[in-house]
């Protein structure tokens, strides 16, 4: 490889590095999503948002599980399935093969991941259960201990480390507040701070604006992980807005049990109700939830080329070993 041929290649490193980079700019990704029913219930869709237009491709399904809810990533790259049962998946996410481990009793709904990379199934009614990293020990249920709400649906954690929740049963309307997690004890306990909140049955921490967003009924609401108090809500969506994920560039993806998926881009004003794009397209029928894209719980990063690797870039060499990265990724 020449020279000229060297410099495009650090030419497209720079454009793929500054493309991640939270300025408006288009982005593209892989969603990993559930359905609540049908046969297969585990699947996987490319996105593309190129700053006027959010489009899907590529829509495939990997997995048919015995039941389907909340999604999350294992710390070793697997598919952790809450199973609407007394039963978590550990999904791989290439062969769509899976293993279970059993709750210890409460049905597993939305799942979430813990700073220490713990995972939480949440319950419908019930209380939460504790799993290791990589799903493959069987869950540990948690014990009430102390509060206003003791049935949990959906479990985040902020960046300071202090843990939110949402308690509606289905869809909506339901209680928002502080929820405190030892998981050396096995207990939690609770401080309520909303009451009948629309928003408050999905959840995700979003590190870009350093805010909540809660998605249930036919609202998304932002708020305040230091006060607890509502910042912005956006409402009038048809259906009912399950569960969804951010990805820390200002973009948020909210499920909607009616088949769309919600996109909207605050990465310029960190503000819902001053989005820079809002754009709905259908999905799949009984959408459900979509696994985190930032923070715990989230897709293992693509492979990054080492140092060594890009100085090689000098022997004409490793212009071809991060094409061939880049395409494993």
């Known amino acids: 490889m020449g020279k000229t041929s060297v410099k495009w290649v650090l030419f497209f490193v720079v454009i793929v590095s500054m493309s991640s980079m939270a300025f408006g700019d288009p982005v593209i990704g892989t969603l990993y999503y559930t359905t609540f029913s049908g046969g297969v219930d585990v699947h996987k869709v490319d996105f593309n948002f190129n700053g006027t237009t959010f489009a899907f491709s590529n829509n495939v399904g990997i997995a048919s599980t015995p039941g389907a809810d909340?999604?999350?990533?294992?710390?070793?790259?697997?598919?952790?399935?809450?199973?609407?049962?007394a039963g978590v998946y550990r999904v791989n996410p290439t062969?769509?093969?899976?293993?279970?481990?059993?709750?210890?009793?409460?049905?597993?709904?939305?799942?979430?991941?813990?700073?220490?990379?713990?995972?939480?199934?949440?319950?419908?009614?019930?209380?939460?259960?504790?799993?290791?990293?990589?799903?493959?020990?069987?869950?540990?249920?948690?014990?009430f201990n102390g509060g206003l709400d003791s049935v949990?649906?959906?479990?985040?954690?902020?960046?300071?480390?202090?843990?939110?929740?949402?308690d509606s049963?289905?869809?909506?309307?339901?209680?928002?507040?502080?929820?405190?997690?030892?998981?050396?004890t096995n207990t939690y306990s609770t401080t309520r701070l909303q009451t009948t909140l629309p928003a408050a049955h999905g959840m995700a921490y979003d590190p870009f604006s350093?805010?909540?967003?809660?998605?249930?009924?036919?609202?998304?609401?932002?708020?305040?992980?230091?006060?607890?108090?509502?910042?912005?809500?956006?409402?009038?969506f048809a259906g009912t807005f399950d569960q969804g994920a951010v990805d820390g560039k200002g973009h948020i993806f909210a499920a909607n049990n009616d088949g769309t998926l919600t996109f909207i881009d605050i990465s310029g004003s960190k503000n819902i109700a001053a989005a820079n794009f809002i754009g709905t397209q259908f999905?799949?029928?009984?959408?459900?939830?979509?696994?985190?894209?930032?923070?715990?719980?989230?897709?293992?990063?693509?492979?990054?080329?080492?140092?060594?690797?890009?100085?090689?870039?000098?022997?004409?060499?490793?212009?071809?070993?991060?094409?061939?990265?880049r395409k494993k990724s």
């Open 70 to 85: 909340g999604v999350v990533f294992t710390s070793d790259g697997f598919l952790a399935v809450g199973g609407q049962g």
């Open 95 to 143: 062969t769509g093969a899976f293993t279970s481990q059993s709750t210890g009793g409460p049905a597993a709904y939305h799942m979430s991941v813990a700073p220490d990379g713990t995972i939480i199934a949440a319950s419908i009614p019930g209380q939460p259960v504790k799993f290791n990293s990589t799903l493959t020990n069987n869950g540990t249920p948690l014990t």
């Open 152 to 166: 949990l649906d959906t479990i985040v954690w902020d960046s300071t480390g202090q843990a939110f929740y949402t």
């Open 169 to 184: 049963s289905s869809g909506g309307f339901g209680n928002f507040g502080k929820v405190t997690v030892n998981l050396v």
């Open 210 to 236: 350093d805010t909540l967003i809660l998605m249930g009924d036919g609202h998304i609401t932002q708020i305040d992980p230091v006060t607890g108090a509502i910042l912005h809500d956006l409402s009038g």
């Open 283 to 325: 999905l799949a029928n009984s959408l459900d939830d979509v696994a985190p894209l930032v923070g715990p719980g989230s897709q293992p990063p693509p492979t990054v080329p080492e140092p060594g690797s890009l100085f090689l870039l000098g022997t004409g060499l490793a212009g071809f070993g991060i094409f061939r990265r």
